[in-house]
């Protein structure tokens, strides 16, 4: 088995749960020693730059990421103290995606409709003055609103969407948190058998079904689809909620990979 040389983890639910705790020892040791190494760690998560720098600054990591990958599709680079975006790629990306919205004048007339017959329960959200995704009121409004919308924006081509809890992102089709990872991948010249992935929800399926991370893994607070897309891709389903589950996850792997150097040597 491949060192493990980049580690790809989600935020929300996955590092920090509803307590807001910060930083476990067992996790913090894990990223000290894996920064040491010079592996590298990849923040996957569906906050925008801002949002993910102040949870980061919460979270209390002893180590900070070398990458941080938001919005489930843009990528940013340290440097430094600066934060330099993946231009190659994410100017692709915003090209891909107002091409899309100008696909999608005719559904987000619709979303604007919805969420005005909503009795306030769907929240639209902007950027740019363009229906960007929706909040709900809660998860069983979240899943009438996933059914409505997949049916509604059958006809635009390309359309997809994030759906992360009670948030929901639109989204080029190309565009996740897969295949962010995958760039990052190509960007280190890295195979899926050196990435490790956890994540807890729906928007991070495309990460962790085996495709990019060969190593992947979800808390046990993460819900059945994660659970059942790991599962699917081998992976490791932690005993541990949050970021003690990650800790368990990365303990695992690295005995795993450990083991089988040692055998081979
Ligand atoms: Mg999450």
């Known amino acids: 088995m491949a060192s493990l040389r980049l580690l790809s983890t989600d935020f929300d639910g996955t590092l920090i749960g509803p307590s807001g705790e910060g930083c476990p020892e067992a996790l913090a040791q894990i990223l000290v020693e894996h920064h040491r190494q010079g592996g590298l760690w990849a923040v996957n998560t569906g906050r925008g730059l801002e949002h993910i720098l102040e949870g980061l600054e919460d979270f209390s990591a002893p180590v900070i990421p070398d ?7 843009a990528i940013y680079r340290r440097e430094g103290e600066l934060w330099e975006s993946h231009e190659e790629w994410n ?7 107002d091409e899309l919205n100008g696909l999608a004048g005719g559904f987000f007339g619709w979303v604007k409709e919805m969420a005005d017959a909503s009795d306030h329960t769907i929240t639209i959200v902007y950027e740019d003055e363009l229906p960007a995704g929706l909040i709900t009121s809660d998860e069983n409004m979240m899943e009438e609103v996933v059914l409505r919308v997949a049916e509604a924006a059958r006809d635009v081509p390309g359309f997809a969407f994030q759906r992360n809890s009670i948030y ?4 080029h089709r190309d565009y996740h948190k897969g295949s962010s990872l995958r760039e990052l991948c190509r960007m280190e010249n890295l195979s899926p058998e050196e990435v490790f992935a956890v994540g807890d929800h729906f928007n991070d399926t495309s990460m962790l079904d085996g495709t990019h991370a060969g190593m992947t893994a979800c808390p046990a607070n993460a819900i059945e689809a994660v659970k059942e897309t790991v599962r699917r891709a081998g992976g490791y389903l932690s005993e541990a909620s949050w970021a003690h589950g990650v800790a368990e996850a990365l303990r695992y792997y690295e005995r795993r990979t450990s083991g089988r150097e040692s055998t081979c040597a």
């Open 91 to 97: 100017r692709t990306c915003r090209k891909r995606h």
């Open 168 to 171: 929901m992102r639109f989204c």
């Open 67 to 73: 990458y941080l990958l938001v919005n489930e599709r």
